[in-house]
């Protein structure tokens, strides 16, 4: 018996989201008195794969093919249940982020075995085997009893902390033999973001809504992002008016984020804009209507004009950054 | 070219959430049904899709796996537009029992491509989409943005975590859409709405599958702290909270 995690590269470098994994499935781990056994598909050198054990992974499978640079969901799913059967792993960690979506339910009717998604803290009870997890768009949380021998968790991003548990892992090359029918992916052309803070990574985020008034208006919370190191977000409207791009628009149906700061400018706090944001760790709200419902869930609020509040805040993070 | 799209029921996105029978349940009264918000979407862009005499569609069918009382969930996506509709007379006990029902009608019905929504907004499960495609071994394309064809062969763009890709998969496959995949919702005109009365709808009973999930209990997110308000001419106090009480900057 082991827990099995699935960890994500990009660039030969581990995104943090990993290491939140290894440290939630080391959670698990310790629960059910078992290893943590670490997967990891692309070119990856050691000394990066070797910083996994920091986290708690007693073991790391290294896995190269050519025949997985396209995710394509059929591969990674018949590799991942291989690799799960081989390891007899019970437990298996996947992110909740979009190749996460695509693989767990794959390998759930590989194996026959449950998903509890998004989930954003450790097993609430190991007998029934039941987690926590979000439901009604964050409205919600709900205890969830997996009942087959094998479970699958999808974390969801920047719910769990990071965990240094160091441990002496080892690596395992693995060249497998992947049964090349099953690839049907033909990528036909890639669109990197280049540049930018992904929206979905960011420990700080600065929105904007109905209230920047118009596209022209957006500079100084430009600047206040470049100045936090943040990314850049939007409510539903001012991605469908064209003001900002539709990557940033958050909510129900857009992105889901939950970054440790969340800067809402202008935006009203619609149900609907809560389902995206609600999982941030603090949020911070510049409204002109003290009566705006974003009041209720920031911790911390300026009653204002956002046009007056806005270059005077980028002032003052400019003097403190001095 | 056949288009399935499934369609799961959800309370209206402005609902208060309120539990029953000791928290272990969703109180269901006063509760507005509504189409998902992804199902509605791909619906919409299966129309457009079917509209587009260049893409060689001939009909969009919707599915659904519930019991009678969400029938008016089907009549209104047949008042949008859809041709024709399944129900699977069943309560969708979770993911793994609604996606085994799916791929039932699926291997006794041919379609060529599937819609799923990349979430329902009440389970948030994300799963559905992705299992039907693993019943029936076939490709899948999941957080799809844009979908169109060319010369019968789907082009399709899909989002990852970090920009975008085109691919390409051979039909039948399943599209598991998200936002962009169409503008705005298509919203059911009056003609719809008389049309819809006579569409058929066609009744199917479910398969014996035993659910691998339950839910047993439901909360409230934990309630936050009240808003500290700070004086809109002092933005130096706010990012001192942030930086020595919040410690997030
Ligand atoms: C099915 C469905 C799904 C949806 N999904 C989403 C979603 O994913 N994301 C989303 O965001 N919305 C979504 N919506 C829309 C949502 O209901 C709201 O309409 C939307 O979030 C409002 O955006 P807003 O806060 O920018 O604008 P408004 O609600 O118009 O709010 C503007 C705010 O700006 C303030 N303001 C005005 N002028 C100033 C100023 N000069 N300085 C400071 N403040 C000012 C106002 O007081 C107001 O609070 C959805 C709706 C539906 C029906």
Known sequence: MSVLVYTENWDGKFKKLSFELVSYATGVAKMLNTTVTAVSIGKVDENELIRLGNYGANKIINVNSDKLTVLDSQVYASLLSEIVRKENASVIIISNNNTGKSIAPRLSVRLKAGVGSGVSRLPLNLNPFTVYKRTYSGNAFAHLVIKSDIKILTLAQNSFDLIETPSNATIENMNPEIDGSLLKTVIKDIRKQSGTILLTDADIVVSGGRGMKSADNWGPLVELAKLLGAATACSRPVSDEGWRPHEEHTGQTGKIIAPNLYIAVGISGATQHLAGISSSKYIVAINSDKNAPIFEVAQYGIIGDAMKVLPKLVEAVKEIKK | ?249
């Open chain 2, 1 to 249: 070219m056949k288009i399935l799209v499934c369609i799961s029921n959800v309370p209206d996105t402005t609902t208060k959430i309120k539990f029953a029978e000791g928290n272990t349940s969703v109180d269901t009264t006063g509760i507005q049904w509504v189409i998902n918000p992804w199902d509605e979407l791909s619906l919409t862009r299966a129309l457009e899709l079917k509209d587009d005499t260049t893409t060689g569609v001939k009909s969009v069918t919707v599915i659904h796996v519930g019991p009678a009382a969400s029938e008016p969930t089907i009549r209104k996506a047949l008042a949008i537009g859809a041709d024709d509709a399944i129900r699977v007379n069943a309560v969708s006990s979770d993911a793994w029992f609604v996606a085994s029902q799916i791929a039932e009608v699926i291997k006794k019905e041919q379609f060529d491509v599937i819609m799923c929504g990349i979430e329902s907004s009440d389970y948030n499960g994300s799963i559905v989409g992705g299992m039907i495609s693993e019943f029936l071994g076939i490709p899948s394309v999941s957080a799809v943005s844009g979908i169109k064809f060319e010369n019968g062969q789907p082009i399709i763009i899909r989002e990852i975590d970090g920009g975008k890709e085109v691919v390409s998969v051979p039909v039948p496959f399943v599209a598991i859409v998200q936002k962009g995949i169409a503008k705005e919702p298509r919203i059911a005109a009056m003609r719809g709405i008389m049309m819809a009365r006579s569409k058929p709808v066609k009744l199917v009973e479910p398969v014996q599958v035993d659910p691998l999930t339950q839910i047993v209990e439901f909360e409230k997110p934990t309630p936050r702290a009240a808003c500290k308000f700070i004086d809109a001419d002092s933005p130096a106090l706010l990012l001192d909270l942030l930086q020595n009480e919040a410690k997030v900057i």
